[in-house]
């Protein structure tokens, strides 16, 4: 992978996996309800199977950008221009979802549960397709360029489960507060947004 998007892959891994999201809330609701221990499996099932996925999407998309760079270019422009989008929404956001404790009351989600959940999670998506389609340099060998993209995130997601869990309503209640949600929010879209910025600019 080019050391140009080392940097910039770093900061978008940071804003997309701390910033709200199904994964997030979910693991801070169980984080409030079961305490930390009873989270591991979940924290260990978004671990494992968001950076699993990023592996295979990303090894599958491969052989398609191999055969045709032109799609490759196309995402890359659409991946941007939504990264951005999504920027502006994170900067303008006026509150954060608050995870429900009746979501989950019975019993905290397993390790099989979650990592089957990002496969069927919208912001798993986008992320998995941003990153390649963003982050990676046809001109290169992209096996080593995934294979790089899910060491990242693999790593910032044990910070950013961590997180989410231990903080749990605490988080919530931080940003309930305009002053703290506003500070949240304009770092992580400015995050995101240099991100994207940084591609062209280099």
């Known amino acids: 992978m ?7 892959l770093l900061l978008f891994a940071v804003a997309g996996s701390l910033t709200p999201g199904p ?9 409030v309800n079961y305490g930390f221990r009873r989270t591991i499996p ?8 968001f950076p ?15 055969e045709a760079p032109a799609i490759h270019t196309a995402l890359k ?6 990264l951005l989008w999504l920027a502006w929404r994170v900067a303008t956001a006026e509150q954060t979802p608050k995870p429900s404790p009746d979501e989950t009351r019975n019993r905290p989600i397993s390790f099989l549960q979650a990592a ?23 001109d290169r060998a992209l096996l080593p360029q995934v294979i790089a993209i899910t060491a990242i995130f ?22 309930k507060e305009p002053r ?23």
Not at 2 to 8: D, K, V
Not at 42 to 49: L, Y
Not at 116 to 138: E, G, H, M, R
């Open 2 to 8: 080019p050391y140009q998007l080392w940097l910039p």
């Open 23 to 31: 994964n997030n809330i979910m693991l801070a609701a169980s984080g």
């Open 42 to 49: 979940h924290m260990a099932g978004v671990c494992i199977g």
């Open 52 to 66: 699993l996925m990023i592996l295979a999407v990303g090894m599958g998309i491969s052989r398609i950008f191999e």
């Open 77 to 82: 422009l659409m991946g941007s221009a939504y």
């Open 116 to 138: 089957a959940f990002q496969w069927v999670n919208p912001k798993a998506w986008i992320l998995v397709l941003s990153a390649i389609s963003t982050y990676t340099d046809i």
């Open 154 to 175: 693999a790593v910032i997601s044990i910070f950013s489960v961590m997180i989410w869990t231990m903080l749990g309503v605490g988080i919530a209640q931080a940003l």
């Open 180 to 202: 703290s949600r506003r500070i949240f929010n304009v770092t992580m879209a400015a995050a995101l947004a240099i991100s994207v910025l940084w591609i062209f600019v280099e």
